[in-house]
């Protein structure tokens, strides 16, 4: 069964974009997943295709209208799509691999992405969206969101990634960053490739790489370290 993607947007042509080069675009031309992106004005009321208009209350820009978006979402969705309809907007639940691996578990996704000010809040509730963000920053559209979703889902599915990023997946989802990576030559710019990795003793690398993983998640991430603490019983720090 194919892991399917669409995405509600006014520019369909950023799609695939970047999704369609590299591992998302192979696994894309296997069948793995399918992607299809809905032009919301083919929605737009009367002639000029109108699908926004002013915010009540005054106010900057202009606000996607809860009939257009509904229209598109009914047009996309048939009765029975058990896929989950999610809005990217910064307002939302902030993205993590949790999340991802949820969505990739699924039977795909229905991303709505919504430009200028936002999308009438009427919509979003009587939809039940699920309200997804990338992170506490604005970007122009939620279009550049839902192909950064698309790729955490796509890399996760049965036979796209190949074994060494699987663990990397697998190190991430311990809640911990990962350790520092190095190559040949073993000696660049008077820099030296810490000694344990050419040492051949693998439970030594192992060990090192795992201190690593918690002195980079503890000087740089004191949030996801907290939560690796209590997820292992332990005490907050
Ligand atoms: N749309 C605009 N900014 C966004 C963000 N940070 N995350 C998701 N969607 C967005």
Known sequence: MTWRATCLT???AMFPGPLGESLAGRALRDGAWSLEARDIRAHGIGR???????????????????DVVD?????????GDARPLLYLTPRGQVLDQALVRELAEGPGVVL???????????????????????GDFVLSGGEMAALALLDTCVRLLPGVMGAAESAVEES???????YPHYTRP???????????????????????????????TQARRPD??????????GAAA
């Open 48 to 66: 000029h295709r109108n699908v926004d208009d002013t915010p009540f209350g005054g106010g900057a820009g202009m606000v996607m209208r809860p």
């Open 186 to 216: 073993a000696e660049w710019q008077g820099r030296a490739v810490p000694p344990v990795l050419l040492s051949g003793h693998h439970a030594e690398v192992a060990r090192w790489r795992r201190a690593e993983m918690e002195a980079a």
């Open 112 to 134: 709505l992405c919504g430009r200028y000010e936002g999308v009438d809040q009427r919509v979003i509730e009587h939809r039940a969206m699920r309200e997804v963000s990338l």
């Open 10 to 12: 006014l520019f369909p």
């Open 172 to 178: 991430h989802s311990a809640g911990l960053l990962e």
């Open 71 to 79: 229209a598109a979402i009914a047009d996309a969705m048939p009765e």
């Open 224 to 233: 996801l370290w907290t939560r690796h603490q209590v997820a292992r019983g």
